[in-house]
């Protein structure tokens, strides 16, 4: 099977988190060949941990929800790195809020850093795309397909399930360019953010109501997404890959 992504150019969004699904992506895409465009609004985070990776790398800070600043960074890594063939759309912010509690400025905070940030991004890279092929992956949510209730509220299950009808509508109008989108759904992963909201008691906790009996890792979720954007996927369009220990279902 070929997990290998030798002379492709990734852009990997969200990557400047110190514990998080990005950075996994990130290393582990690098691991496996890639050059890699790193965008954050963490600019710092992301220029120093594309001078960590093994590789020519390229962090570049960036605002996914401003279309200009996405167009500006695509930019600079296709003029930098070469041609863009793998996108990865995993920056995204939740909030813990009640339904009657969300603001207008809440709602459009979070739906626009995930939905309307992995909608530019993928206009961005489309040009290039479009000529050589490519995958686009997006990091939804299990709060998409259950309705959330641990971190996310409404508008956060609202922006993640919104990527997986993104991923759904651009696997059919893309298929024709030989462009594959998929989604991964991750559950409960042990980032920053769990981090910041659980105690290793909760934690344990929480464990116990997954199937598979322990939270995620962000490199669960970051081999995943290398599996969707090689060669060993060449044939998988349109799907969204459960990576949550069974949550989903129990």
């Known amino acids: ?24 992506v990130a290393r582990l895409f690098a691991d496996a060949g890639a050059r890699l465009g790193l965008l954050d609004v963490d600019a710092a985070g992301v220029s120093t941990l594309a001078r960590e990776l093994p590789g020519e790398h390229l962090g570049v800070e960036c605002d996914v929800t401003d279309a200009a600043n996405v167009r500006q960074a695509i930019a600079e890594v296709g003029s930098a790195l070469g041609p ?25 905070h979070v739906v626009d850093v995930s939905l309307r940030g992995g909608f530019l991004c993928s206009q ?37 399930a919104g990527l997986i009808g993104l991923t759904r509508a651009l696997a059919k109008e893309l298929a024709p360019y030989a462009i ?14 769990t981090h910041g909201e659980l105690t290793p008691e909760g934690k344990r906790e929480i ?17 995943c997404c290398l599996f969707l954007a090689c ?7 349109g799907e969204v890959l459960n990576v949550n220990g069974g949550i989903y279902f129990a």
């Open 207 to 223: 464990a116990t109501t997954v199937p598979l009996g322990r939270l995620g890792t962000p490199m669960d979720v970051a081999a």
């Open 124 to 160: 961005e890279v489309l040009p290039s795309m479009k000529k050589f092929g490519g995958s686009i992956v997006f990091v939804s949510s299990v709060s998409a397909e259950n309705g959330g209730g641990l971190f996310g509220g409404a508008h956060y299950c609202s922006a993640k």
């Open 180 to 193: 594959r989108a998929n989604a991964v759904a991750p559950g409960v992963v042990d980032t920053d953010i």
């Open 1 to 24: 099977m070929d997990l290998r992504l030798d002379g492709r150019i990734a852009v990997v969004t969200g990557a400047g988190s110190q514990v998080g699904i990005g950075r996994a």
């Open 84 to 108: 863009v063939s793998v996108l990865v759309n995993n920056a995204g912010v939740t909030q813990r809020r009640a339904f009657s509690d969300i603001s207008g400025d809440d709602y459009d």
């Open 231 to 237: 060669d060993a996927s060449s044939y998988v369009t």
